[in-house]
């Protein structure tokens, strides 16, 4: 059975004897664009190539690509713990041209690697396309002798990508695999496609038009190729294993998170483990890469995610800090593949030693009077909003983490509400401010930096559609 290590060598190789150049893996700050928060997708480093601006000497690259999606566009923390195949951190195999080779080949080297070199049952694959391309559609029946039942079209922007209003886009094929009908949910397209049986592997994209700011298209003269598959779910399968959690990776994790906390690693406690795990992944390649918990941006992007894993240990019964406990198993599982996370390994433990110490000191509080509220609250309600905030304002809970602890209670937090006890305490500190003798200016520089945020990067909710696959 091959390890993660194992199958992300593989997929590197094969791209590499076809012709494609082994590109190391960026940052997770994106280094070319400061409108992203996280790179969250194999194409972000390449994003000048697509449209011509830069190019370099290969036209045609392969790459695992460190991603996280916690914030910004791209969120899938909610879905961690919940489904089979979420998590904040993971690592995006991807190969790409440069207006090199198009469908046919994308087509061909995917499913080849799938049913070849993987050895994948093509039974039990199939696919989507965007509803128009019936391009794609005579592809993967030529190439890969899949039958009309098999290839599903799809009309929404799920297959199709677009980076933004303007610029380089096109339509999508993704590739699912049948765990069969022991799993709930139903085929892509269907009502309950969201669903853990038909598990989405990877996805293609033709870049294939350019759009203009009047709505039209033309065809682009260099086309090109973005793909995005996740390790994990690919290993899963391959692994024999429905739950990216069950690899062997996260099995490793997910032990060490167990002997930490001297709890069963398959017990009642299995979703706190998951969690931990996770976040523990997302963290720690956080912090390799330069970000350190704050108050605001990325900073605090990581924070609410440590505080989320710090609630999780916290139920399993910790009695002292966890997490940094089990940086070492993710260094022995991951350091080859990725060194900076060895480099890094004193700065990781430490900030995450340090920033659990001083949240355990409010969180055992704050839980207590989470509880004792929702003991109080009629059935069906949900936690008024002054509660959320003060739990926010005084015992350091994020509003997720809150929302987080509540869905396990089958209820959410009332949001309108949270939000007029965090405007009106803006207003009181803005009124503090002007009335302790300061002169205007203060007030003026407080209503620059409100307008405008505090924040190392802007627009990352318009702009983050650039970092989908
Ligand atoms: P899904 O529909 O399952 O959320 P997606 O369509 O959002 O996936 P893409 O943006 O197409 O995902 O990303 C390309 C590939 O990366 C996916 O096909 C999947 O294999 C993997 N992937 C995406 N999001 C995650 C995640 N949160 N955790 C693990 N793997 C992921
Ligand atoms: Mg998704
Ligand atoms: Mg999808
Ligand atoms: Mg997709």
Redesign the pocket.
């Known amino acids: 059975m091959p390890s993660l290590n194992e199958i992300r060598r593989t997929f590197l190789d094969y791209f590499a004897g076809n012709g494609h150049a082994e590109v190391p893996s960026s940052s997770l700050v994106p280094r070319n664009d400061p409108t992203l928060m996280f790179t969250?997708?194999g194409m972000v480093q390449f994003k000048n190539l697509f449209t011509g601006i830069e190019t370099r000497d290969y036209t045609r690259a392969v790459t695992a690509q460190k991603?996280v999606?916690a914030g910004g566009k791209?969120n899938?923390l909610d879905?961690v713990g919940y489904t089979a195949?979420?998590?904040?951190f993971?690592e995006?195999l991807g190969n790409f041209s440069f207006g090199d080779y198009f469908k046919d080949d994308a087509i061909a080297l995917a499913w080849t690697l799938l049913t070849r070199e993987f050895g994948i049952d093509p039974d039990r694959l199939l696919v989507t396309v965007y509803h128009t391309d019936d391009e794609a559609v005579e592809i993967w029946k030529r190439v890969a002798g899949l039958g009309d039942d098999r290839i599903i079209r799809i009309a929404t922007d799920?297959n199709f990508w677009s980076a933004g209003p303007t610029g380089p886009c096109g339509p999508?094929t993704?590739i699912f695999y049948d765990h069969g009908p022991g799993i709930a949910g139903g085929p892509p397209g269907s009502p309950d496609e969201d669903g853990d049986r038909f598990?989405?592997?990877?996805?293609l994209v033709f870049m294939q038009y350019e759009q203009f700011a009047d709505g039209t298209r033309k065809e682009l003269a260099a086309k090109s190729i973005d793909t995005?598959?996740?390790l994990?779910?690919?290993g899963a399968l391959l692994q024999g294993k429905h739950d990216?959690y069950d690899t062997d990776l996260f099995r490793a994790l997910i032990e060490a998170s167990a002997a930490a906390t001297g709890t069963e690693p398959d017990g009642p406690g299995n979703v706190h483990h998951r969690v931990i795990a996770d976040h523990l992944r997302s963290c720690s390649f956080l912090i390799a890469d330069g970000v350190l918990p704050s108050n605001e941006g990325r900073g605090y992007v990581l924070r609410r995610i440590m505080r989320r894993a710090m609630r999780h240990a916290h139920l399993l019964g910790a009695e002292r800090p966890v997490m940094h406990r089990l940086v070492g198993e993710l260094v022995r599982q991951m350091g080859d593949a990725y060194p900076e996370l060895g480099y890094a390994r004193p700065m990781i433990e430490e900030t995450l030693e340090s920033e659990e110490t001083r949240f355990r000191q409010t969180l055992d509080r704050g839980l207590r009077l989470l509880d004792d509220e929702v003991a109080r609250l009629p059935d069906g309600t949900d936690l008024p909003g002054e509660t959320a905030f003060k739990l926010y304002d005084t015992y350091g809970f994020p509003l997720d983490l809150t929302q987080d602890a509540l869905r396990e209670k089958g209820r959410g937090v009332n949001t309108e509400s949270f939000d007029s006890a965090m405007a009106a305490q803006k207003a009181k500190a803005r009124a503090a401010w002007v009335g302790s003798g300061e002169t205007a200016d203060a007030a003026i520089w407080y209503d620059v930096a409100e307008a405008h945020g505090i924040t190392e990067f802007l627009g990352y909710d318009t702009l983050e559609a650039e970092a989908?696959?």
Request: aromatic letters at 6%; a negative charge.
């Open positions: 969250a997708a991603c999606r791209h899938d879905n195949r979420h998590h904040t993971f995006m799920d999508c993704e598990i989405e592997i990877w996805n995005g598959m996740g994990e779910r690919i990216n989908s696959v």
